[in-house]
C-alpha cells in the first residue's frame, strides 16, 4: 500500500485539532491567525464564503487524512457552520466517527 495510506502519528487530540482548523482558516483566509478565535463567527468576523469553507474542509482532510484514511466532511454540516467553534467540533466529531465506526 502507498505510505499515505499508513499512519505513523498518533491520534490527534482537541488542542492540535483547533491549531490545524484555525491554522488552516487564517492561512486560506489570508487574516491574522489571532482573529481566527473558536467564538469567531465565520462570516461576520472573518469574512469566510462558502468557498473559503470548502477550502477549509479540503485542507482539513487532506491534512488529517494522513492520520485518519477516510476522514469526510459533509458539506450539508459545512452550512451549519456559524463560528470557528463549530469547524472544529464538526472534524472531531468525523474523527470520532472515523475511529470508532
Known amino acids: 500500500m502507498p505510505a499515505e495510506t499508513h499512519s505513523h502519528r498518533g491520534p490527534i487530540d482537541h488542542p ?14 489570508d487574516v491574522d491567525p489571532d482573529a481566527v478565535t473558536p467564538d469567531a463567527r465565520l462570516r461576520d ?13 479540503e485542507a482539513v482532510e487532506a491534512e488529517l487524512g494522513e492520520r485518519m484514511v477516510g476522514l469526510t466532511i459533509d458539506d450539508e454540516d459545512v452550512a ?13 466529531a468525523g474523527l470520532n466517527a472515523e475511529a470508532n465506526p
Open 80 to 92: 451549519e457552520w456559524r463560528t470557528v467553534r463549530d469547524a472544529i467540533d464538526c472534524v472531531a
Open 16 to 29: 492540535e485539532l483547533e491549531r490545524i482548523v484555525r491554522e488552516q482558516l487564517a492561512e486560506i483566509l
Open 45 to 57: 468576523d472573518l469574512d469566510a464564503d462558502d468557498y473559503a469553507l470548502l477550502e477549509l474542509v
